[in-house]
């Protein structure tokens, strides 16, 4: 493995340790605690009143505009990291394009607050 | 040779991945025992726990062990795959937040080229997790504190990422060792060895981190999530025992992880002017170690300041105010690049 996919590879190592982790203390805990199953402490906790309905009730969403934002914005800052970086060699000509490129994104920021994207209805 | 040194490879990833697996409960365990426990409780004119060890110090161990003894129970109706994963999706995303912070010239788990990006990636996995946590158990509170917090992490997500462009803009590169450098030459008013924290040509872009990463980290002007006197606990209200635990430990080890990349990107890491090669590896810890309590006495300072944000606000903050101002200091930062 090369010395760049072995740095990479410790993200792998890690993501395991964190199950790792889990499993560990959740086995330990399985040695340790009781159980004593009664049909009581399995109902959905909603303040001690008897739950109402099912646990997936219907909410209204108002954040689904808002995630469509969010994944223009997102875009963007995956474009914005390596200009970022090479900003130096790339001089004015890279400023200008950048200049353009969140001109353009605010404009569409700018179109969404005037058509009441958002505002909280 | 080659086997010795992929002895050695996994040797270092070992005794690595050791050292994080004691950090991670070592540093949830300071902030929320100095923080939560301590600083709140003398702020409101009271003690705090005090039985436990002096001054109430072993108070979070013996929750601990009463957590471990608690009995594991999953909601009739639960979606019980997810709702075993969801809080080992959240742990990942703090452990995963370690790998990038260095702590010494030396001293890092691996030092990615693509350091703060991989960073900022990787602790919006929680968002993930805390969507499963809140889906899965099948409760009206969970879910409405699953979408809440959706919504709030995706929002100030992006002054988060947008404010550290900056940073990246002065430092030339995404590297969390190479920023530290970079500060370190950088000159403070004219003399050369002091280097130059990016808190001041920055204090912008660290404002906007800091709010942000209050937001990701649910602290409590937005806390709508979890908004105790409503939902009672959002998203983790049908966890109990150490599944419990484990949201309680992601959440401050995540705060414990964005309080050092703060200290590393604005603050200089561990960086100390004058010293360098192993005395630096000796004393860096330190030193990033008292970085992180200041920035993390501001987040927790603001938790036990200020009151919640209703949604609407919340959202009008982040969207109206936050995102434009970082697109003017990226801009503002670029320009003052590429022309002095």
Same mark, same amino acid.
């Given at each position: 493995?090369?010395?760049?996919?072995?740095?990479?590879?410790?993200?792998?190592?890690?993501?395991?340790?964190?199950?790792?982790?889990?499993?560990? !203390?959740?086995?330990?805990?399985?040695?340790?605690?009781?159980?004593?199953?009664?049909?009581?402490?399995?109902?959905?906790?909603?303040?001690?009143?008897?739950?109402?309905? !099912?646990?997936?009730?219907?909410?209204?969403?108002?954040?689904?505009?808002?995630?469509?934002?969010?994944?223009?914005?997102?875009?963007?800052?995956?474009?914005?990291?390596?200009?970022?970086?090479?900003?130096?060699?790339?001089?004015?000509?890279?400023?200008?394009?950048?200049?353009?490129?969140?001109?353009?994104?605010?404009?569409?920021?700018?179109?969404?607050?005037?058509?009441?994207?958002?505002?909280?209805? | 040779?080659?086997?010795?040194?992929?002895?050695?490879?996994?040797?270092?990833?070992?005794?690595?991945?050791?050292?994080?697996?004691?950090?991670?409960?070592?540093?949830?365990? @300071?902030?929320?025992?100095?923080?939560?426990?301590?600083?709140?409780?003398?702020?409101?004119?009271?003690?705090? &726990?005090?039985?436990?060890? &002096?001054?109430?110090?072993?108070?979070?161990?013996?929750?601990?062990?009463?957590?471990?003894?608690?009995?594991?129970?999953?909601?009739?109706?639960?979606?019980?795959?997810?709702? %075993?994963? %969801?809080?080992?999706?959240?742990?990942?995303?703090?452990?995963?937040?370690?790998?990038?912070?260095?702590?010494?010239?030396?001293? *890092?788990?691996?030092?990615?080229?693509?350091?703060?990006?991989?960073?900022?990636?990787?602790?919006?996995?929680?968002?993930?997790?805390?969507?499963?946590?809140?889906?899965?158990?099948?409760?009206?509170?969970?879910?409405?504190?699953?979408?809440?917090?959706?919504?709030?992490? $995706?929002?100030?997500?992006?002054?988060?990422?947008?404010?550290?462009?900056?940073?990246? $803009?002065?430092?030339? *590169?995404?590297?969390?060792?190479?920023?530290?450098?970079?500060?370190?030459?950088?000159?403070?008013?004219?003399?050369?060895?002091?280097?130059? &924290?990016? $808190?001041?040509?920055?204090?912008?872009?660290?404002?906007?981190?800091?709010?942000?990463?209050?937001?990701?980290? *649910?602290?409590?002007?937005?806390?709508?999530?979890?908004?105790?006197?409503?939902?009672?606990?959002?998203?983790?209200?049908?966890?109990?025992?150490?599944?419990?635990?484990?949201?309680?430990?992601?959440?401050?080890?995540?705060?414990?992880?964005?309080?050092?990349?703060?200290?590393?990107?604005?603050?200089?890491?561990?960086?100390?002017?004058?010293?360098?090669?192993?005395?630096?590896?000796?004393?860096?810890?330190?030193?990033?170690?008292?970085?992180?309590?200041?920035?993390?006495?501001?987040?927790?300072?603001?938790?036990?300041?200020?009151?919640?944000?209703?949604?609407?606000?919340?959202?009008?903050?982040?969207?109206?105010?936050?995102? &434009?101002?970082?697109?003017?200091?990226?801009?503002?930062?670029?320009?003052?690049? @590429?022309?002095?």
């Amino acid at each position: 493995m090369s010395a760049f996919l072995r740095s990479y590879f410790v993200i792998v190592v890690f993501g395991g340790a964190a199950v790792a982790l889990v499993a560990l !203390t959740l086995g330990l805990g399985s040695v340790i605690r009781p159980s004593r199953p009664q049909p009581q402490k399995y109902i959905a906790y909603e303040s001690g009143v008897d739950p109402v309905g !099912t646990g997936w009730s219907q909410s209204q969403i108002r954040y689904y505009v808002f995630a469509l934002l969010f994944v223009m914005f997102d875009v963007e800052a995956v474009f914005i990291f390596p200009w970022a970086v090479r900003l130096q060699a790339l001089g004015v000509f890279g400023l200008v394009e950048m200049v353009v490129f969140i001109v353009i994104l605010a404009l569409g920021l700018v179109y969404a607050w005037r058509k009441g994207v958002l505002r909280w209805v | 040779m080659t086997a010795a040194l992929h002895l050695a490879y996994w040797q270092t990833t070992t005794i690595k991945v050791l050292v994080v697996m004691g950090v991670i409960p070592l540093g949830a365990l @300071v902030l929320a025992y100095v923080f939560l426990l301590k600083m709140m409780s003398h702020m409101q004119s009271r003690l705090g &726990p005090m039985e436990a060890g &002096p001054h109430g110090v072993l108070q979070l161990l013996a929750d601990a062990g009463k957590f471990l003894q608690k009995e594991d129970v999953f909601p009739e109706r639960a979606d019980r795959a997810v709702f %075993a994963l %969801a809080p080992v999706v959240v742990l990942m995303s703090a452990f995963l937040l370690y790998v990038v912070i260095p702590a010494g010239p030396r001293l *890092t788990v691996s030092n990615l080229d693509t350091g703060v990006f991989f960073a900022l990636a990787v602790s919006s996995l929680s968002v993930l997790g805390v969507l499963m946590a809140g889906w899965s158990s099948a409760n009206k509170y969970s879910l409405i504190g699953a979408l809440r917090a959706a919504g709030q992490l $995706i929002a100030y997500e992006l002054p988060l990422v947008l404010g550290v462009v900056g940073v990246v $803009i002065q430092a030339g *590169t995404m590297s969390l060792q190479g920023i530290v450098q970079a500060q370190a030459h950088g000159a403070l008013l004219g003399f050369k060895t002091l280097g130059e &924290p990016y $808190i001041l040509p920055q204090a912008l872009g660290f404002v906007l981190f800091i709010v942000g990463a209050q937001a990701e980290l *649910t602290q409590t002007p937005f806390d709508m999530p979890l908004a105790e006197t409503e939902l009672v606990a959002g998203y983790m209200v049908e966890y109990t025992g150490f599944r419990f635990l484990f949201f309680f430990m992601a959440e401050f080890g995540t705060a414990f992880a964005f309080a050092a990349i703060g200290a590393t990107l604005f603050l200089g890491g561990w960086y100390v002017p004058g010293v360098h090669g192993t005395a630096a590896d000796v004393l860096g810890p330190f030193v990033l170690g008292a970085k992180i309590m200041l920035v993390s006495f501001f987040i927790f300072w603001f938790r036990f300041t200020y009151p919640r944000f209703r949604e609407d606000q919340l959202q009008a903050v982040a969207w109206k105010y936050l995102i &434009p101002l970082a697109l003017v200091n990226i801009l503002v930062t670029g320009l003052l690049k @590429v022309v002095v």
